[in-house]
T-cell receptor, first 114, second 117 residues
């Protein structure tokens, strides 16, 4: 069964600190992996997207890594800000259908305290 | 910022009412999707469309129905709402061509928070 597991479920850090969120997946055949940021009451917004051949991708203070062999990804946030408080969702796409089905993790709820 | 809109943003209604959640996108995307999301849970695909006059059911069984008469419009309808329909409904669209085509990059609307009393 195709699945996406994220850890930790929730995380509290102080403003200015760094943090790393984890994602493990079993989706096959793999197409790409993306990280979304979802603010409370809003739709998800894409942060990074990586294909099989890419092992790191940055977007400002966000850096995602991908190890396609171990089927693991991480999202590193540098110098956190209060506005980083949100749910971060790992999403994996398969290439086994014309739809390009997306498999969603439950997200890591990040809270940044001043 | 993606140009995809959902209305209403919040809706509180009584059991048995018929409701339609609106979703529109101005990007000319061919594919559109409806997801259902409960607090702390993953998004579940309930409907999708490849284009005009195309609609399919997603992974999660839903009593809702959808239509795709125009490219930019993908409304979701509940004929008789029940408390079990209380959830967040997210609409998304993607383009199979261009820079995002190969990734099936999906752009999400802000969502509709539905509460059925």
């Amino acid at each position: 069964k195709n699945q996406v597991e994220q850890s930790p479920q929730s995380l509290i850090i102080l403003e200015g600190k760094n943090c790393t969120l984890q994602c493990n997946y079993t989706v096959s055949p793999f197409s790409n992996l993306r990280w979304y940021k979802q603010d409370t009451g809003r739709g998800p917004v894409s942060l990074t997207i990586m294909t099989f051949s890419e092992n790191t991708k940055s977007n400002g203070r966000y850096t995602a890594t991908l190890d396609a062999d171990t089927k693991q990804s991480s999202l590193h946030i540098t110098a956190s800000q209060l506005s980083d408080s949100a749910s971060y969702i790992c999403v994996v796409s398969d290439r086994g259908s014309t739809l390009g089905r997306l498999y969603f993790g439950r997200g890591t709820q990040l809270t940044v305290w001043p | 910022e993606a140009d995809i809109y959902q209305t209403p943003r919040y809706l509180v209604i009584g059991t048995g009412k018929k409701i339609t959640l609106e979703c529109s996108q101005t990007m000319g995307h061919d594919k559109m999707y409806w997801y259902q999301q409960d607090p702390g849970m993953e998004l579940h695909l309930i409907h999708y469309s490849y284009g005009v006059n195309s609609t399919e059911k997603g992974d999660l069984s839903s009593e809702s129905t959808v239509s795709r008469i125009r490219t930019e419009h993908f409304p979701l309808t509940l004929e008789s709402a029940r408390p079990s329909h209380t959830s967040q409904y997210l609409c998304a669209s993607s383009d199979t061509s261009g820079i995002f085509g190969s990734y099936n990059e999906q752009f999400f609307g802000p969502g509709t928070r539905l509460t059925v009393l």
